[in-house]
């Protein structure tokens, strides 16, 4: 059982830009609201991965791309935790 969850964790999806774009600017306006800095959040090393993942899209005019399938869950859980 704990290779099908490594496993799960490795894979790609394939992800719209601009919905990326979205839910990477929401995430950054909690953070920045929040005065997270790079070494308080636990996700910041995947955040700022994401980020210039979408940027370099962007640059690119890609209009998906591909990410793994828990990373975004992951920071909006983590974003949802420190919420509360």
């Known amino acids: 059982m704990g290779n099908a969850k490594k496993k799960s964790e490795k ?3 394939t ?3 601009n919905d990326l774009r979205e839910r ?3 995430l950054f306006e909690a953070r920045h609201g929040q005065g997270i800095s790079a070494g308080r959040a636990s996700g910041e090393g995947i955040f700022e991965y994401l980020w210039d993942l979408k ?3 962007l640059l690119d005019r890609r209009s998906s791309v591909d990410v793994p399938s828990n ?3 992951q920071l909006e859980q983590e974003q949802g935790q420190l919420r509360h």
Do not use: G, P, S
Request: cysteine-free.
């Open 24 to 26: 990477l600017n929401k």
């Open 55 to 57: 940027e370099k899209a």
């Open 15 to 17: 992800v719209d830009t």
């Open 11 to 13: 894979e790609l999806v």
């Open 71 to 73: 990373w975004l869950a």
